[in-house]
Nanobody, 122 residues
Framework: QVQLVESGGGLVQAGGSLRLSCVASGLPFSRYAMAWFRQAPGKEREFVAHIKWSGGNTVVGDSMKGRFTISRDNAQNMINLQMSSLKPEDTAVYYC???????????????WGQGTQVTVSS
């Protein structure tokens, strides 16, 4: 059974930083591209960042460029999302997801975590 478990969310003031983690089990982690998406109340799920199986190629969403960094540790079956210069509009539930190939489209992702809440206060 595949499980993706996110952690690291919380409440932070605008301008602050948070580091999210996602640990995977039950799948050949090093063969999967991984991604972060987010969803705010009343909005569609939004692409945040993805990273290829090798970790050598990352893509970050336009509104997060320069502030968010995605990384992975295949030995630990883990991905991370380092978020800095956070803004109130970054408030959302953040999900990690796994797919055979990297993509910005959430429909391409087979497996999803339960999500972790990030709230940025102004």
């Amino acid at each position: 059974q595949v499980q993706l478990v996110e952690s690291g969310g919380g409440l932070v003031q605008a301008g602050g930083s948070l580091r999210l983690s996602c640990v995977a089990s039950g799948l050949p982690f090093s063969r999967y591209a991984m991604a972060w998406f987010r969803q705010a109340p009343g909005k569609e799920r939004e692409f945040v960042a993805h990273i290829k199986w090798s970790g050598g190629n990352t893509v970050v969403g336009d509104s997060m460029k320069g502030r968010f960094t995605i990384s992975r540790d295949n030995a630990q079956n883990m991905i991370n999302l380092q978020m800095s210069s956070l803004k109130p509009e970054d408030t959302a539930v953040y999900y990690c997801a796994a797919a055979p190939g990297s993509s910005r489209d959430p429909r391409d992702y087979f497996y999803w975590g339960q999500g972790t809440q990030v709230t940025v206060s102004s």
